[in-house]
Nanobody
Framework: QLQLVESGGGLVQPGGSLRLSCTTSAFTLDYYAIGWFRQSPGKEREGVSC????????NYADSVKGRFTISRDNAKNTVYLQMNSLKPEDTGVYYCAAMYGRDRTRCPIDAMHYWGKGTLVTVSS
């Protein structure tokens, strides 16, 4: 089964930073829009950010705008999520997911084709 692999999670103090990575050895991500999602304890999984296959289009949830930055390096087959000014409410399991299509600029959670198993981010003092 084709799967993505997330890394970079961990424990960080409020105001700190983390960079998450998403990659796979199973297929090239060049033709896929990539989304980052998170699931906090007791809550449903929600979209955090999305980047188009070329990297030319990005979007963010209101709760992370100005603090998180999504980017991709297709040569490394990797997508990143730089998270700054982290808050306790950012705590959760972060998942990346891929959706086939060069014209995709949004990442609806129900439309994603492949998922990773997630990486845990804990923001706490």
């Amino acid at each position: 089964q084709l799967q993505l692999v997330e890394s970079g999670g961990g424990l960080v103090q409020p105001g700190g930073s983390l960079r998450l990575s998403c990659t796979t050895s199973a297929f090239t991500l060049d033709y896929y829009a990539i989304g980052w999602f998170r699931q906090s304890p007791g809550k449903e999984r929600e979209g955090v950010s999305c980047i188009s296959s070329s990297g030319g289009s990005t979007n963010y949830a209101d709760s992370v705008k100005g603090r998180f930055t999504i980017s991709r390096d297709n040569a490394k087959n990797t997508v990143y999520l730089q998270m700054n000014s982290l808050k306790p409410e950012d705590t959760g399991v972060y998942y990346c997911a891929a959706m086939y299509g060069r014209d995709r600029t949004r990442c609806p959670i129900d439309a994603m084709h492949y998922w990773g198993k997630g990486t845990l981010v804990t923001v706490s003092s």
